[in-house]
């Protein structure tokens, strides 16, 4: 078996940033700094897509085994330790980039930081890189961690090489499979320790590219009903029936379903449904997950699912106790940053369709910790497709994760990624703009 783990560990790699030089960028990159091209409703610099793709096609054979060195040792979340070392290994030998490891408390976070020595924004791409259990790398997330690499290695290198000001930060976020990594650094002040002004990430897909993927919100809990034990039999209105309040519950959630609003959702199982039949149940509980479109509509959802729980404590007497699982906020994505990412995949050879479209077909049931980075700071979330008769959490998505063809498709994204992050470290309009958006967004959910 080829062992990537020790190329990684003992090899230097080449510095790429040199070969790059090589490469005939094509004749707008002298004018690339003052020269914009206009398509479709924004801008981007011709020279900086020019250099960002053919740096990133310059680094591609050495990002595919790392990500085949992530899919191949599938890890859970927050115990990613050979994703971890394989990506932060591989950063320290890239010049001008600092990599702490572990950072923030967390055994397999890391922050790798590239200071272009001018003031400038700061923009920033997440990696991911946790596997799902029994069926792997099923949610394609070592594509994520190279396309993510690739975008924030190419942007540094661009800063270089055009002057650009400003700095980026790559932000190694471990346990999106229902840990919350992100949240976790959120809470730490990773990003805001920083000074981020924006964030980037991307998700493989086997449906059509997206620049303006939307994600679900969600809440998870546990529900649990105290009551009291009696013979079933011989004196039964001694007891108080736990399991009754928890089907109570549970009849009242499917009538509430009928009542809700597209994209709720209402999931639950019941884990714990008494012990004997001649026994009154004296303790019931389960675990149940809402969803919806956004953070405001699901707390409202949330109080009539509470409703629902109340309902079944008090027909049945049984005392109701809910503890708060995670929970996930949906993911908004920045539509100033989804022009911007539009117009470089799209002059990559991509086709996404205009904003009002993309938005529509961004739109996803699933959910992701991504979501609360949204609410920090202007996200976004580029859905790129892989050739996959299976959607993400299916076995056969991981063998489609591990292609060629997606690990080209990674990189496309990757170049995107990059051309966005550069756009808005050259034009203080456009991160203004993006800023503005932000906070109407905010406004938004209070009202
Ligand atoms: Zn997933
Ligand atoms: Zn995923």
Redesign the pocket.
């Known amino acids: 078996m080829h062992s990537f783990h020790q190329d990684i560990v003992d090899d230097d790699y080449v510095d790429v940033s040199r070969d790059v030089e090589l490469v005939r960028p094509g004749p707008d990159t002298k004018t690339a700094t003052t020269t914009c091209k206009q398509l479709g409703s924004t801008a981007v610099h011709d020279g900086h897509l020019i250099y960002v793709s053919s740096y990133i096609d310059s680094i591609s054979a050495i990002l595919r085994p790392i990500s085949l060195k992530i899919h191949d040792n599938p890890e859970l979340k927050f115990e990613e330790f050979i994703a971890h070392d394989t990506l932060t290994k591989f950063l320290k030998t890239r010049q001008g980039w600092k990599v702490t490891p572990s950072a923030y408390g967390m055994a397999t976070a890391f922050v790798a930081e590239f200071d272009s020595g001018r003031k400038g924004p700061v923009i920033s791409y997440n990696v991911e890189y946790d596997a ?1 259990t029994e069926i792997g790398h ?2 394609g ?1 070592n594509l994520i961690a190279i396309c993510s690499v690739a975008a924030a290695l190419a942007a540094a290198s661009t800063m270089t090489k055009f002057s650009v000001p400003g700095k980026v930060i790559l932000f190694g976020t471990p346990g ?2 229902g840990g919350g990594g992100k949240i976790k650094l959120l809470d730490a002040g990773a990003y805001s320790e920083h000074a981020v002004d924006i964030n980037l990430i991307s998700h493989p897909g086997n449906v059509p590219d997206s620049a303006l993927v939307r994600t679900n919100a969600y809440a998870s809990f546990r529900v649990e009903y105290f009551g009291r034990e009696a013979h079933a039999a011989a004196s039964p209105w001694e007891g108080i029936n736990a399991l009754d309040g928890l089907i109570t519950a549970y009849n009242a959630l499917s009538v509430l379903r009928q009542q809700t609003m597209p994209g709720d959702i209402i999931q639950g199982h019941i884990t714990d449904g008494g012990s004997t039949p001649n026994i009154i149940h004296a303790y019931a509980a389960g675990v149940f997950v809402v969803r919806a479109t956004n953070k405001k509509r699901l707390k409202m959802l949330r109080e009539k699912v509470g409703n629902c729980f109340e309902a079944g404590a008090q027909a049945s007497g049984a005392e109701l106790k809910i503890t708060p699982g995670m929970a996930y906020d949906d993911h908004v994505p920045n539509k100033i940053l989804g022009g911007v990412c539009r117009t470089a995949f799209n002059a990559l050879g991509g086709e996404i369709p205009t904003a009002d479209l993309d938005l529509i077909w961004g739109a996803s049931q ?1 959910s ?1 910790d991504q979501g609360n980075i949204s609410y920090a700071m202007p996200s976004l979330s580029l859905g790129f497709k892989i050739e996959s008769e299976v959607g ?2 299916n076995p056969g998505f991981a063998k489609a994760a591990r292609t060629r063809a997606a690990h080209d498709a990674a990189l496309k994204a990757g170049k995107a990624l990059a051309v966005t992050g550069l756009e808005i470290l050259s034009s203080r309009d456009l991160l203004k703009a993006a800023r503005e958006e932000f906070e109407d967004m905010l406004k938004g959910q209070d009202e």
Do not use: D, F, I
């Open positions: 799902l099923s949610c997330h999106e499979e699933a992701t993400p959490h």
